[in-house]
T-cell receptor, first 111, second 114 residues
Framework: GEQVEQRPPHLSVREGDSAVITCTYT??????FFWYKQEPGASLQLLMK?????EINEGQGFTVLLNKKDKRLSLNLTAAHPGDSAAYFC??????????FGLGTRVSVFP | GPKVLQIPSHQIIDMGQMVTLNCDPV?????FYWYKQILGQQMEFLVN????????KSKLFKDQFSVERPDGSYFTLKIQPTALEDSAVYFC????????????FGEGSRLIVV
């Protein structure tokens, strides 16, 4: 089955700096790719879903890059601020299957 | 945005007892999921459910687990009997039929088995 590896497990970022979280996956037939943010004690908040090959998607304060050739998905937090402190999870799925999540990255933004 | 509601938010239960976790999915959604998250670890897929049937389940979905959604009411996860290793946060999710597999998650039910 699908294996998703997410790195790094923890990340400390100075406020205003950028940070990158990367996931690699194994199933070449994976179709949908997600980034979720989870604040302590809360549920998962969908940040972005992508499904095109090698694509850069810009959100509010972050950029997502999907490279299907390398089976790599990354989340780039640009100009981190304290509200970005949370756990971030990538998730991968086929067309209609359940999501396979990465192990998560705990991000701490310090002044 | 669409909201998935879960009841209870927290439950402490004696090992061996039965527990039912309830999920009120988004009203027009037809696909339902349960995920398990042990503290500080990743979300792990348990089961998905559509049209009254389990469509797919993982090896974490033990024989002691069952799911149902009687007559359009709550989508439930029942564990009987519970074991210590069942302590986790259980997240329900739902999605509409045509959504590009986008799941909407509830806030989780934290289960502590003692």
């Amino acid at each position: 089955g699908e294996q998703v590896e997410q790195r790094p497990p923890h990340l400390s970022v100075r406020e205003g700096d950028s940070a990158v979280i990367t996931c690699t996956y194994t199933d070449p037939n994976s179709y949908y790719f997600f980034w979720y943010k989870q604040e302590p004690g809360a549920s998962l908040q969908l940040l972005m879903k992508v499904f095109s090959s090698t694509e850069i998607n810009e959100g509010q304060g972050f950029t997502v890059l999907l490279n299907k050739k390398d089976k790599r998905l990354s989340l780039n937090l640009t100009a981190a601020h304290p509200g970005d402190s949370a756990a971030y999870f990538c998730a991968v799925s086929g067309y209609a299957q359940g999501l396979t999540f990465g192990l998560g990255t705990r991000v701490s933004v310090f002044p | 945005g669409p909201k998935v509601l879960q009841i209870p938010s927290h439950q402490i239960i004696d090992m061996g007892q039965m527990v039912t976790l309830n999920c009120d999915p988004v009203s027009n959604h037809l696909y339902f999921y349960w995920y398990k998250q042990i503290l500080g670890q990743q979300m792990e897929f348990l089961v998905n459910f559509y049209n009254g049937k389990v469509m797919e389940k993982s090896k974490l979905f033990k024989d002691q687990f069952s799911v149902e959604r009687p007559d359009g009411s709550y989508f439930t996860l029942k564990i009987q009997p519970t074991a210590l290793e069942d302590s986790a946060v259980y997240f329900c999710a739902s999605r509409p039929t045509f959504s590009g597999n986008t799941l909407y998650f509830g806030e989780g039910s934290r289960l502590i088995v003692v």
